[in-house]
């Protein structure tokens, strides 16, 4: 009996959570997972369905529906859906679904209140796990050039480092990703991580710099121990430019000794670095300290550049499936979306998505059109064009060097400059 009350209170803690946060996609996706728990699977249906509203991009969200349908027996119904996810993810076949759905049928015990709400999160974490692990270029829309350009200069040389010696061509040191925010450096350095077969460890700010004198040397040098100890091992840096910020406008000396640890970890002094590759990500490659971008350090630097029209049209096409729709114009909507991001499509169909959804609140249900797709163009913008015009700033007045050249090729191809 204690047991059924501890469930009942669980469900209304969450609930309440819920009204106070209604746009946490994680603790919705808690909540479907305890729903089904206790063999809700109508209401857990409309919780996953909102989820998948919200984030339609989000793979999660539409294995949960899938789960919900199984359970409702919806076979049909929980295939399309799992397809959804997989188109996302790269998920590999049926049995992934089939052992989810084990997982998610009730217990004949009650579940203590910890347990249930750990349970749940633990699931969801492991579906995002799975997408992450089988994450590769082949998942990646568009952007041929750039992996072929990756794979020469950073796999491959990984992969066969005998073959690349006997040219004299190395594969120690760093590769720096860099370009316009929300175009993908994370997804390809996890992807890199994947096609070279290596573990792969992500370092954030957070992770290094702290308060006490010292602690972010320490931090950073730990994580360097850590990948030679996981060997193969990826090491990925994001925003380097807060790690490694030129040491001519660091203001405070901490942020110099951050630097000098970091390039004593990337020459490996005293250390062996062979089997880790270390990649890193700005947006800010101009503040980054000029002694990292040395022979041996990230002497190699790739610029990621925002999708061209077909990976647009793509990109489309993959993040409209299942949602409805009358006959849309992909090619024309993805060459209106010229210097859209990745994550400024996501947007532009969420905008679009309101304007149909309005309708449908006022009785005239319909799908999404070329109108609402307009409307959405009409309040939103590319995100990567400040981007643009900073680096374009920085090829005319402090690229002598070379260093950008291949944002000036891609600047004078869009007319930029």
């Known amino acids: 009996m204690d047991g ?130 089988k994450l590769r270029f082949s998942s990646i829309v568009g ?65 290094v710099l702290a308060m006490w004198m010292g602690e972010s040397e320490r931090n950073l040098a730990a994580m360097f121990e850590r990948a030679r100890r996981d060997a193969p091992c990826v090491l990925f840096f994001d925003e380097l430019d807060a790690l490694a910020y030129a040491r001519s406008k660091a203001a405070a000396s901490s942020a110099r000794t951050v630097v000098n640890e970091f390039l004593s970890q990337l020459d490996g002094l005293g250390r062996d670095n062979k089997g880790v590759l270390v990649l890193a990500a700005t947006n800010m490659p101009w503040d980054v300290d000029d002694a990292m971008k040395r022979p041996g350090r990230f002497s190699r630097q790739v610029f990621v550049a925002p999708p061209d029209a077909a990976a647009r049209a793509e990109m489309l096409r993959i993040k409209l499936l299942g949602v409805p729709a009358d006959a849309l114009d992909l090619q024309a909507l993805a060459a209106r979306a010229e210097h859209y991001s990745g994550a400024d499509i996501d947007g532009l169909i969420e905008l679009a998505k309101e304007s149909a959804l309005a309708d449908g609140l006022e009785g005239r249900e319909r799908g999404l059109n070329m109108t609402d797709f307009e409307l959405a163009f009409s309040s939103q913008q590319p995100s990567t064009l400040e981007w643009l015009r900073t680096v374009r700033n920085v090829v005319r007045y402090a690229g002598e060097d070379g260093s950008f050249k291949e944002v000036e090729s891609y600047l004078k191809k869009a007319k930029l400059l």
């Open 4 to 133: 059924g009350r501890e469930e009942i209170d669980t469900m209304k803690e969450l609930e309440q959570a819920l009204l106070r946060a209604p746009f946490d996609h994680g603790l919705r996706q808690t909540y479907v997972q305890a729903l089904l728990e206790q063999a809700r699977a109508p209401d857990a249906q409309a919780q996953a369905e909102l989820l998948c509203q919200q984030q339609p991009g989000d793979a999660r969200g539409w294995v949960l529906q899938a789960l919900c349908q199984l359970r409702q027996n919806r076979h049909e119904q929980a295939m399309s859906d799992y397809e959804r996810a997989r188109s996302l993810t790269g998920f590999e076949p049926e049995q992934e679904l089939e052992h989810l759905a084990a997982q998610a049928l009730p217990r004949e015990s009650a579940t203590p209140k910890l347990q249930l709400v750990a349970a749940a999160s633990a699931r969801v974490q492991a579906i995002q796990q799975v997408a992450e692990d």
């Open 143 to 207: 952007m041929e050039a750039l992996k072929k350009t990756i794979r020469l200069k950073i796999i491959e040389p990984f992969l066969n480092p005998g073959l690349f010696q006997r040219f004299r061509m190395g594969s120690g040191g760093g590769i720096l990703l860099y370009g316009p925010p929300g175009c993908g450096k994370t997804m390809l350095a996890r992807a890199v991580a994947n096609e070279c077969k290596a573990g792969f460890i992500s370092v954030g700010i957070a992770d």
